[in-house]
């Protein structure tokens, strides 16, 4: 009969051996590896994490409760290291941790980004290697704990002196404040966990107050005296943040095209000021700032906003219909139903196939800019013997990926728009421009001064003394091309010819033109329906 060889000298042999290393790394890197990834450097790992002795003293346990462990600590290893790939992708897109309770919803969300932007191959293959991922991970941590649970049983009393001693040892280096002695892991899945449950609560407590408003009452006949027979605009452009007259790689650019388009309005007669608003969101998920701004609400997840659709809360939309404006929204990005504009009080909402685009897509984009607001003019505002309108309408044309670059042409040769196709399918791929950072920075710039062009033309084109624009910037672009600021500032303008409007609003201190001085207001979103309401209401 062969000599059986004995467990602990099989662990030894060279395969073994790597193979236990390579599981000992798997789970260091799990304890270490930050949420971030502009954070990872060779010093980012270089930390002593008390989880890993806590770790190899729960495998020295026996039995079925053992076993029971392993299963449960295999499961925890598993989600800290999916949170921490999940805290990575949206840290570079949101500025911000992974929420379990708010963001499952944007596994959808990207598919179709990616499918708009890279095709359904490229989307489908992301998907894949995304549930791939996170299966894989999750088979791993059993393997690898399975495969520490052997190691440390081979020899239990060494093992457990050599983890007691660690704990010791981490003891004793954190009292004496070195900083590297780590328990990350444990911090950063307590903070997931908190945040779940915060979640929950701070859902609770927002269904309480959301049906909670001073205007839920008001006569239509009190609102808005001040803008009586006049046209109200309020224009969302995507992506419009402070970053671009605060970073200097877009500011010694985009500040000389805000200062022009101020001489252009004024050569045309109009006035305008300017401030900044801070957004509740980052990099994308544009809904909860128009969700913000209209309904005076801070409304910062997805959660927040399906309790706002549902709840009786007047959107400024709303309030302007009550007082006896025709309420419009113009929604290019909009391509399928979409159940919650019944919230904001649209008389008439006009989503990608009611504004009869015949041209193609520029990537994720529908639809120019100069197109959407050339269909709202003809639609609406070039009716006969109608009365003022109140519109929302949302611009889109410096959405990621911000190629191809549109272009202005002449309002009259906008036509069905299938004169844009051909500029459609110029320039790169979003896969070409991506691989160059500074291309994506330019591109991103130009984009924003396509939307301002157009904006300031069709005022100057179709604007009369009776037009009031307000304009807000939803959020600020991805980190990626913000060197991941901190900073959640958006530019907002109100454009008008009559005098009266600009004095209505004198008490706001807004900067005069379309630049905002570096010490402009800065209002937080959930702010302006309110002001906005009494300035104008007086």
Known sequence: MPHEQHPAR????????????????????????????????????????????????????????????????????????????????????????????????????????????????????????????????????????????????????????????????????????????????????????????????????????????????????????????????????ESYGRTLVDKVEYAQLFRPSLEEATAQLTDAGYLSRSAFLTSPTVGGISWLAHGTALSGLWIDSQVRYDSLMMSDRPSLVRLFQRAGWRTVGVMPAITMAWPEGDYFGYDQLYTVPDLGYRGEPYNYVTMPDQFTLAQFQKFERDAQQRGPIMAEIALVSSHAPWTPVPTMIPWDDVGDGSVFSEEARSGDSAEVVWQDRDRVLKQFRECIEYVIDSLVSFTKTFGDDDLVVLIIGDHQPMPYVTDNTENRDVLTHIIARDPAVMAAIEDWQWSEGMLPADDAPVWRMDTVRDRFIEAFSR
């Open 10 to 237: 099989s662990l030894l042999s060279p395969t073994q051996l790597l193979l236990t290393l390579a599981a000992l790394g798997f789970v260091f890197l799990a304890m270490v590896i930050p949420n971030r990834i502009t954070w990872l450097d060779a010093m980012s790992f270089a930390y002593l994490p008390i989880e890993i002795f806590v770790l190899g003293l729960a495998l020295l346990l026996q039995g079925i409760a053992g076993s029971l462990l392993r299963a449960l600590l295999a499961l925890l290893l598993a989600a800290g290291v999916i949170f921490r790939i999940a805290d990575m992708a949206a840290f570079q897109v949101f500025s911000r941790p992974f929420n379990p309770v708010f963001d499952s919803y944007l596994l959808a969300f990207g598919f179709d980004f990616l499918k708009s932007s890279f095709g359904i191959v490229g989307a489908v293959a992301a998907a894949i290697f995304v549930t791939g991922l996170a299966a894989a991970v999750v088979l791993l941590a059993f393997l690898v704990l399975a495969r520490l649970h052997r190691v440390v049983r081979s020899a239990p009393r060494v093992s457990g002196i050599v983890m007691l001693a660690g704990v010791v040892v981490w003891v004793g280096l954190s009292t004496a404040g070195w900083p590297r002695a780590s328990r990350y892991f444990y911090d950063q899945f307590a903070m997931h966990v908190n945040s779940t449950f915060t979640s929950i609560a701070d859902l609770r407590e927002f269904k309480t107050v959301v049906n909670i408003d001073a205007y839920a009452t008001v006569p239509g006949d009190t609102l808005f005296g001040a803008l009586r027979g006049k046209d109200v605009l309020v224009v969302f452009i």
